[in-house]
């Protein structure tokens, strides 16, 4: 079966579609009973990221549980960096015992071949496309190079990332050297996703948008940009790029060579559609709390982002943020439901 | 001396003035090893809140050490609740003991006289005008109706709001009920603040951000414009209407009736100028993690976003949030004094 057959394929390179595919970000977590017990058979989060055979069968679950339109591999952003060199825990937050101090540390960090230093991503990846037989495409995914930056020098996760700020504009040149190593790391780290089945990828950049668009441009924009014009296979499998809370950021998404802009919730999906829609495609954006409604409230706010994008291709519907751990998953169903009736053409 | 003769009150209004005026949101606080001294005094942050003469003393403290261009009265968004008879304390992040739950618990929420359930609101402002004696003008504020209501019905702050935003379009009604009181009870608060001498009133609506265009224009439009469009002495005391991380909202934040919009960090002001500077006046809009960089870069940034004014009129200089407890106030000096010296008209 060619790529391109597949209806998530289809609405991220915009041909047209016979309705709007539906995935969620975090659709294999914590919500679902089944991956709380496939986790706790695994021991913990990242032993559950390492062990191909549990991680895939996680990955899988919402496809047979919630009959989403992809399945994405189950994994986290950190772990490639664990390759680089750096330790890191969680608990259940995630944390670098050794963050990035200096321009040595930086060199310190070591660019080795993925399936060297992720050995278990490609098997995921591979046993995934096995086991669901391109029933659906299979999502792969890796951190943006500034969202990773940034917990490399913070050491874990945080509102502002001072550290890091501080370290843009003190040290510039060490800023843009760990940038320029992440950037290395990342378009390895996808192209062996790519060359082991992801049939589409997204880079989550999800803190990116702490910064005005100048910073933006200067310190992000020209590494995002590298990685997408250097992903194999771009006439196949289309990337996606996300990034929260970056409103201030949207033109300059949609011109790093993503062939999908992810949205989070708080963009006017028909805005953003007028204003970067002939460049990409969108994905999203429902607001992730709307799943803590009643089923006739996930049904109206489904149909109001459906609407704003008036039936045009180029729609992968979404939340506009991972799935809260508590939504009760008969509601997931409920949104899931609605984009496919509602959507149809 | 007339209201309109301070700096800070021309350039609200759009008036021409010799320089751009500087004050900084938490001017009073935690960064000031004087702050501190006094905090420990008072026993605890409430406390310090709720005595007239140790809050009057820490709000003065910046214009004595670091000479900035008005005096904000040291308070907290959420000590007004607790005359509508909600049970707040602080350890030391914000937490409600009888959070919102039902639409009998926003019934039961009192509308008390200012001068009844916060005496201690006008005795700093009265103790601060007298103190200073019309040197720079002393700034007001409030929460926004939204930010408050997040609070109470979530019991604690929070990153998404989720049970809030459940409120908002499961019970619509009950939702519209505790925004109404809240806005009620603003324009009480805030003219009652007027009365005991605030020249210029800030509504800090830091959380209304979460929110889409839609949802803002239903649920917080109309009450925020409410609120300005009730306020006394609307000609004299101007008032400044802030959101963090609204950035899809800027037109509609125009449009509420504040004399000046607070731009976080992540607009491009000389972009907000464009937009929305015929209607109001800007106030930001450094990223306040800069204030943990070198001098020199504090210096550039600062020169960067007064550039961006173009030395218009209709400009007070800001951070774009919050200055942080672990800044260096010698850092905070060197951006007022850049401030002072690069915007000479």
Known sequence: M???????????????VERTPVWVMRQAGRYLSEYRAVREQAGDFLSLCMNPELAAEVSIQPLELMEVDAVIMF????????????????????????PIKSERDIEALK??????STPYVGKILNIIRKEINNKVPVIGFAGGPFTLASYLVE???????????????DSPQAAHALMSKLTQMTIQYLNYQIENGAQMVQLFDTWAGI????????????????????????????SVYYINGGHQLLKAMSKTGATVVGLDWRYDIGIANQLIGKDVALQGNLNPNILFCRPEIIKKKTAEILSKMKGENGHIF????????NVNPEHLKCMIKAVKELSKR
Chains 1, 2 share one sequence.
Do not use: W
């Not at 660019?111 to 060297?116: H, I, K, N, R, S």
């Not at 050491?155 to 504009?169: A, H, R, T, V």
């Open 211 to 238: 910064l005005p668009i100048d910073d933006y441009m200067e310190f992000v924009f020209p590494y995002v940009s590298q990685i997408f014009s250097e992903l194999d296979k771009k006439s196949e499998v289309p």
């Open 155 to 169: 050491g874990e996760g945080s509102k502002l990332f001072s550290k890091f700020i501080k370290m843009l504009f």
């Open 75 to 98: 994994s986290d952003i950190l772990t490639p960096l664990m390759g680089m060199g750096m330790e890191l825990s969680f608990d259940p937050s995630p944390k670098f015992l050794n």
């Open 318 to 325: 979404n939340l506009g943020h991972g799935i809260d751990k």
């Open 2 to 16: 060619d790529n391109h057959e597949h209806l998530l394929i289809r609405a991220a390179f915009k041909k047209p």
């Open 111 to 116: 660019l080795v071949d993925p399936d060297v």
